[in-house]
């Protein structure tokens, strides 16, 4: 288990994220989307749309 300090503030990005766009895609959602700085030592989460790879992998099997 990681301790993490009681200080550390944990933000969960609402909605689907393309995580292709990358650390500095990233960053700039938190700037706009959050109004936050993306680097005040806080932790952001984002979600990806899992069910996109999914299908992706299937259309491009060669079975």
Sequence with gaps: ???LPFTL???LAAGV???RLGM???A???QEALCRDPFAGDV???RFHE???ASRAVSECAC
């Design 17 to 19: 994220t393309d995580m």
């Design 9 to 11: 503030r944990i933000w």
């Design 28 to 30: 700039l959602k938190v």
């Design 24 to 26: 500095p895609g990233l």
């Design 51 to 53: 069910e996109w790879i």
């Design 1 to 3: 288990m990681i301790p």
């Design 44 to 46: 952001y989460a984002f």
